[in-house]
């Protein structure tokens, strides 16, 4: 058996369960591979905020590991607090990609700054979603083209599952090869600087830690998993992952509600 040093692990539909909490049995499993020396990193397209509930509930800053928030824009040392690494939007590109939500018509556009979520419409029930999830506040911004005048993480287009499927391929096609387009759920269309997913983003900690991908597991169920599950030395899909995911695993587990990781955990590190 390889001597994994790394488990990282996607947050929704992967670490938690429907009810968007850690199961007794999971949080055991990876308190105790973090005290034979495992490192648990969170990977997560929530903002670095709405990962620290779980990352405290898991005492990584105790055993000094990381979380990758924002798609893999963003890698934050839990212990010191410190960002190292980071990843924006040329705010130059900001009106544009607002003025081309708008002129699709979606039901809003959101994104952050600091603790806030702004949105250009505060009664969206995807955006809600986004701030009930992370516990932040949601923000209405009217103007939002003039307003967001700073580099950003990345954008939310929110809308119903069916609209954005026809949306991504337009908002693809409108911003061009500098751009990373995707939809990380049915209702959630991200638009992050081009190359940043969970993958590119684990080979920048590796490196700086003196790791391989050979020395790591990665557990996921969604499409902006697909990256580092293909990277890691083990990949592991979810029961409850969408079919790509699952196609390119080395190891299917059990589903988020049925303590999947813990089995993970169990079998591979323990």
């Known amino acids: 058996m390889k ?25 055991e499993s ?4 973090q005290r034979r020396g495992v490192k648990v ?5 929530r903002p670095t905020y709405g990962v620290m509930p779980l990352a405290k509930e898991l005492d990584l800053d105790r055993f000094g590991s990381y979380i990758l928030s924002f798609n893999g824009g963003m890698i934050t040392d839990c212990r010191t607090k410190q960002v190292m690494y980071e990843k924006k939007l040329p705010a130059e590109a900001n009106a544009g990609i607002i003025r081309l939500a708008k ?25 809600q979603l986004e701030s009930k999830i992370n516990h932040l506040e949601l923000r209405q911004i009217d103007d939002m083209e003039t307003y ?12 119903d599952g069916d609209y954005l499927a026809m949306v991504e ?22 638009i992050l600087p081009k190359g940043i997913d969970k ?34 030395g083990l990949g592991v899909a979810m029961e409850n992952a969408v079919l790509p995911v699952r196609r390119a ?20 590190l323990l």
């Open 199 to 232: 993958a590119q983003s684990l080979a920048q900690l590796l490196s700086l830690l003196g790791l391989t991908r050979e020395e790591m597991i990665a557990c996921g169920d969604g499409y902006n998993d697909l990256s580092m599950i293909e990277f890691a």
């Open 148 to 159: 967001v005048d700073f580099p950003v993480p990345k954008f939310l287009m929110t809308d």
């Open 103 to 127: 002129d699709e018509g979606v039901t809003s556009i959101l994104t952050y700054q600091d603790d806030v979520i702004i949105t250009s419409n505060r009664d969206c029930p995807y955006g």
């Open 30 to 33: 990876l308190m105790e591979a």
């Open 169 to 190: 391929a337009r908002v693809k096609a409108a911003l061009g090869r500098d751009f990373s387009v995707y939809r990380s759920e049915p209702f959630f269309l991200e």
């Open 249 to 268: 695993a080395d190891y299917i587990t059990l589903s988020n509600n049925d303590d999947g990781v813990a089995h993970v955990v169990e079998k591979f």
């Open 41 to 45: 990193v969170l990977a997560s397209g």
């Open 3 to 27: 001597p994994y040093k790394m488990i990282v692990l996607d947050l929704d539909g992967t670490l938690t369960n429907r009810d968007k909490v850690i199961t007794p049995r999971t949080r």
